[in-house]
């Protein structure tokens, strides 16, 4: 190839980046222009309730917006419709991250609660709750098992008052603790049994 022929490849290449470059700030420019008919402006300062994202169909895959009860989030949607993941702030400010299964129900969701302390809920298909792992404000983390009615069937937590000693404790359909198998503050294994009304019938040792 001919430096002149190296030349008009290059002037070619040059005029259709340009052509590019062209048609998209005009595309970024429509889609301002847009956002700003459907929204109050301010100098620089764009304000709205709520923003969407459509896909190339049309279809809704996305909000940022202001509800009236006072919540604010970001939800994202899948091709059919179902929304898979939010994350936003809830009426009392609490923080909150939600994934969502194929049909839209709630599976997992991370929060801070108003006082500071951080939880993980995990639900089965059903919306059930099944287990959580929460840290309480005294510092103890606790990891927590539920049966399908929801009742709270055992329990892993290290113990705050008694040195950070681990235990695990089983209840039963009632979620009456029946038994707990825990560590003594001087690392003697320990194990407990309960009666219907969780008064102990053995122990050991």
């Known amino acids: 190839m001919t430096i002149e022929q190296r030349l008009a490849r290059l002037e070619r290449e040059n005029r259709t980046l340009k052509l590019l470059f062209i048609m998209a700030i005009t595309a970024l420019a429509i889609g301002l222009i847009a956002v700003s ?33 006072g919540q604010l989030g970001i939800v994202l949607s899948d091709e059919q419709g179902k929304n898979r993941m939010a994350f936003g702030l809830d009426t009392d400010s609490t923080p909150t991250f939600r994934m969502m299964d194929a049909q839209g129900g709630d599976r997992i969701t991370l929060s801070l609660h108003s006082d500071g302390t951080p939880g993980i809920l ?13 840290l309480y404000p005294d510092g ?48 003697t294994p320990r194990i407990s049994l309960n009666d219907n009304n969780e008064k102990p019938i053995w122990k050991a040792p």
């Not at 008694?162 to 560590?183: C, H, I, Q, S, W």
């Open 140 to 187: 103890t983390p606790v990891i927590g098992f539920r049966d399908a009615y929801g009742t709270a069937r055992m329990g892993f937590y290290l113990d705050h008052n008694f040195a950070d000693a681990p235990n695990v404790e089983l209840n039963d359909t009632m979620g009456k603790n029946r038994g707990a198998f825990y560590l003594d503050v001087d690392g």
């Open 37 to 69: 008919c459907s929204t109050r402006s301010s100098g620089n300062v764009i304000t709205a309730t709520e923003f969407r994202l459509v896909d190339a169909q049309g279809k809704n895959r996305g909000n940022f917006s202001l509800l009236s009860s």
């Open 122 to 134: 995990l639900n089965d298909a059903k919306g059930q709750n099944r287990g959580m792992f929460h």
